[in-house]
């Protein structure tokens, strides 16, 4: 059986709270482990590059990495839960910066 998509989600995020977009894209195969992954902000205004992707998390290309600002570098992975919280650090300190 082939893995199968369970997340498909973009997020708008409002001029007055941070602008661009959140992307979840997740995919389980079927005992419900996470199998693929990606996980995004995009904001054209702070970064044109990579899509204006500013941040993000994606397992694709055999392995896994985190691109921030066009920069990809491999990260530890321990588990899909720990990526989802070190993106969620990592764009919501991006939606504070003055």
């Known amino acids: ?14 001029h007055k709270r941070g602008n661009g977009q959140l992307r979840r894209e997740i995919w389980v195969d079927a005992q419900g482990q ?10 054209y205004a702070l970064h044109a590059g990579d899509n204006g992707r500013v941040v993000g998390y994606d397992n694709q290309h055999g392995y896994h990495h985190r ?8 990260v530890e992975f321990t588990g899909f839960e720990d990526i989802e919280d070190q993106f969620q650090a990592d764009w919501t300190a ?5």
């Open 34 to 43: 996470v199998t693929r992954y990606n996980l995004a902000y995009v904001n």
């Open 1 to 14: 059986m082939a893995d199968r998509k369970i997340v498909d989600d973009t997020h708008h995020i409002t």
């Open 94 to 98: 991006l939606r504070s910066t003055p």
């Open 67 to 74: 691109h921030y600002f066009g920069v990809v570098a491999a």
